[in-house]
């Protein structure tokens, strides 16, 4: 049996999507459907001694907003590179693993320069990754040329066009999707369920929903154990 995942690609993502990925072989990141604004797709969620803090990358919508997020830019007179690596490093430089996992923060903020959010996203998710010690066959949809309905017929064709028969999707899915279209097409269907144990975060009080950078400047080499755990039942 060959596991797929399919999901749009997301900014420095929390640890639930480092979950999804950890269980399957193939990945997709699902980056020729239309851009949304203020979504995960730019932002992100950061803990600090304040409360939680959002990360926003600017990304230009006036005159564009049916754009793809594989065509989506990002504004290049803004300083946002500097002022969120500056922002992730104040806050974490006191986690007991920071100084072991900075170099994210060089190779996503600093050795590179970036004008699409894609290929931000799709960097940065791979690189995290590889710190996670995650191994996964990776491909962009946009570069798959399938089309179909939402409530699964495309992701149907993705999963045939790369011999996968076992589809793992996000539980919020499960309102749209067409499970019979899978039963008939022989694709087994599976939705994650996002339910962790709480980690010795640095700032209190604990709060899940934030960047998996979190998870790692905090638990190290443990941080697998967080982030890509299964569920408690």
């Given amino acids: 049996m060959k596991k797929i995942a399919i999901l749009q690609p997301n900014y420095i993502p929390w640890k639930g999507v480092f979950d999804l990925i950890s269980r ?15 979504d995960w797709r730019s932002r992100n969620r950061i803990r600090t001694p304040r409360g939680e803090m959002w990360l926003t990358v600017p990304v230009l919508t006036k005159g564009v907003r049916d754009q793809r997020i594989c065509d989506a830019v990002i504004d290049p007179l803004s300083n946002w590179q500097s002022k969120h690596y500056k922002a992730l490093k104040s806050n974490y ?4 693993f920071f100084k072991e996992y900075e ?8 050795a590179n320069k970036w004008s699409k959010i894609s290929d931000l996203n799709v960097f940065a998710t791979k690189l995290i990754a590889t710190a996670l010690g995650i191994t996964v066959e990776w491909h962009r949809s946009s ?56 980690y010795p975060q640095l700032h209190r009080p604990f709060v899940h929903e934030v960047t998996v950078l979190d998870v790692l400047f905090n638990c190290g080499s443990k941080a697998r ?3 890509c755990m299964t569920p408690a039942d």
């Fill in 93 to 96: 430089q006191r986690a007991t």
């Fill in 103 to 110: 170099y994210l923060l060089e190779e996503i903020y600093v």
């Fill in 225 to 227: 154990t967080f982030s």
């Fill in 24 to 38: 399957v072989d193939v990945f997709v990141f699902y980056d020729d459907v239309q851009y949304t604004a203020k």
């Fill in 143 to 198: 570069d798959l040329a399938q089309s179909g309905s939402k409530d699964g017929e495309r992701a149907i064709k993705l999963c045939k066009l790369l011999g996968c028969d076992y589809f793992i999707n996000g539980p919020s899915a499960k309102a749209f999707m067409n499970e019979s279209l899978f039963r008939e097409n022989g694709i087994e269907l599976a939705y994650m369920s996002y339910r962790y144990p709480e």
